[in-house]
């Protein structure tokens, strides 16, 4: 089946400085990946929809510059959190939809546990 | 735009006993409905979704889903829960279009007891 992998699984910055996560899909092709957030206890928080080959598009709230998304390749998406924060502290999800698929039905990644001090 | 509520928080049940957890949507249009689980320390996964057709819909580990299009709801049910059961099941909602983005309610903790 269909397989997303995301690196790092944790990563602990200090306040400042700029740390990038990777999301791959890694036996299949990806347009369209999404970024998400999750807070403890709470649901996901769509970011951004990452389109290989243009811009992301951002959901309302979400600061374009802070959280930098890139998407190369059919197989890569990476999401930059810059100058973070303590309060960008959270756990990064990202999914994507495979390349050609009819249906919308996303595969997720375990998750980048973020911890900013 | 589309939003998803589960308005159950946290469910605590016994094993064997029956499971109804909620979710309403609201979006104008036709959608695409998912629940996805969250094993502790796991990552999501798909439990089973409605495109169109029945709208009795059976997912794996014998849950199932009624999509009530004049309720706006999809509730997910199983008849006897297992203790494996336990995580966190959230509700989605896209608008009926294989580009569209997933919004997911806020979840329900469930925790079964042996």
């Known amino acids: 089946g269909a397989v997303v992998s995301q690196h790092p699984s944790r990563v602990i910055c200090k306040s400042g400085t700029s740390v990038k996560i990777e999301c791959r899909s890694l036996?299949?092709?990806?347009?369209?990946m999404f970024w998400y957030r999750q807070f403890p206890k709470q649901s996901l928080m769509l970011m951004a929809t990452?389109?290989?080959?243009?811009?992301?598009?951002?959901e309302q709230g979400v600061e374009k510059d802070k959280f930098l998304i890139n998407h190369a390749s059919l197989t890569l998406s990476t999401l930059t959190v810059t100058s973070a924060h303590p309060e960008d502290s959270s756990f990064y999800i990202c999914?994507?939809?495979?390349?050609?698929?009819?249906?919308?039905?996303?595969?997720f990644g375990a998750g980048s546990r973020l911890t900013v001090l | 735009a589309q939003s998803v509520s589960q308005h159950n928080h946290h469910v605590i049940l016994s094993e064997a006993a029956s499971l109804e957890l909620g979710c309403n949507y609201s979006?104008?249009?036709?959608?695409?409905l998912f629940w996805y689980v969250q094993y502790p320390g796991q990552h999501l996964q798909l439990l089973l979704k409605y495109f169109s057709g029945d709208p009795l819909v059976k997912g794996i580990k014998g849950f199932e889903a009624e999509f009530i299009k004049s309720k706006f709801s999809f509730n997910l049910r199983k008849p006897s829960v297992q203790w494996s059961d336990t995580a966190e099941y959230f509700c989605a909602v896209s608008q009926y279009s294989s580009a569209s983005k997933i919004i997911f309610g806020s979840g329900t903790r469930l925790s079964i007891r042996p």
């Open positions: 979006y104008g249009g036709t959608v695409n």
């Open positions: 990452s389109n290989e080959g243009s811009k992301a598009t951002y």
């Open positions: 999914s994507a939809r495979p390349r050609g698929s009819g249906a919308n039905v996303l595969t």
């Open positions: 036996d299949f092709q990806a347009t369209t």
